[in-house]
Antibody, heavy 119, light 107 residues
Framework: EVQLVESGGGLVQPGGSLRLSCAASGFTFSINSMNWVRQAPGKGLEWVSYMSSTTNSIRYADSVKGRFTISRDNGKNSLYLQMNNLRVEDTAVYYC????????????WGQGTLVTVSS | EIVLTQSPEFQSVTPKEKVTLTCRASQSIGISLHWYQQKPDQSPKLLITYASQSFSGVPSRFSGSGSGTDFTLTINSLEAEDAATYYCHQSSSLPYTFGQGTKLEIK
């Protein structure tokens, strides 16, 4: 079964840091580009970050640029999101999602991990 | 950045009715447009790829069309389980973007 499982969310104070992980199984992780997408409570989907399969292409949403860092370990079938200098507005469920071939659709999505930034 | 605008934002429909949701892009994206269904407390599920290709396992009552800037998702003969929020997503260029969503209520 193709599956993504996120972990690492939690409650953090403004200015703090968290590292999210996404464990992949059931497919050849190393050949797929991966993305992080977030959803603030009661809001829509917001794309956060992209990393190509070879790690030579990385992009971020303007809202997180300079604060978040995406990375992957193809040997461990894992994707990561290092989040620094967190803000209240970063509060959201964070999903990792596999990208289809050639820059396309997202499937599957993980179950999500909740990040709450609050004092 | 390509902006996707979905309409309507909310729609209330009865079972067995046909509904059409729209997604408009701020510039031409060819057919690089995909549709997702998200039910409460669940992660999004892929329905339609490249504007009109049904994803594996998706019921045949879901269909998509369009190209360039205007796209539609049609659900024929609505069922109670179709109550959800539907999002469009463009992969034509980074940054990827999503529409704001259409919430579908089944009466």
């Amino acid at each position: 079964e193709v599956q993504l499982v996120e972990s690492g969310g939690g409650l953090v104070q403004p200015g703090g840091s968290l590292r999210l992980s996404c464990a992949a199984s059931g497919f050849t992780f190393s050949i797929n580009s991966m993305n992080w997408v977030r959803q603030a409570p009661g809001k829509g989907l917001e794309w956060v970050s992209y990393m190509s399969s070879t790690t030579n292409s990385i992009r971020y949403a303007d809202s997180v640029k300079g604060r978040f860092t995406i990375s992957r370990d193809n040997g461990k079938n894992s994707l990561y999101l290092q989040m620094n200098n967190l803000r209240v507005e970063d509060t959201a469920v964070y999903y990792c999602a596999r990208e289809g071939p050639g820059g396309s659709w997202f499937d599957p999505w993980g179950q999500g991990t909740l990040v709450t930034v609050s004092s | 950045e390509i902006v996707l605008t979905q309409s309507p934002e909310f729609q209330s429909v009865t079972p067995k009715e046909k509904v059409t949701l729209t997604c408009r892009a701020s510039q031409s994206i060819g057919i690089s447009l995909h549709w997702y269904q998200q039910k409460p407390d669940q992660s999004p599920k892929l329905l339609i790829t490249y504007a009109s290709q049904s994803f594996s396992g998706v019921p045949s009552r879901f269909s998509g069309s369009g190209s360039g800037t205007d796209f539609t998702l049609t659900i024929n003969s609505l069922e109670a389980e179709d109550a959800a929020t539907y999002y469009c997503h463009q992969s034509s260029s980074l940054p990827y973007t999503f529409g704001q969503g259409t919430k579908l209520e089944i009466k």
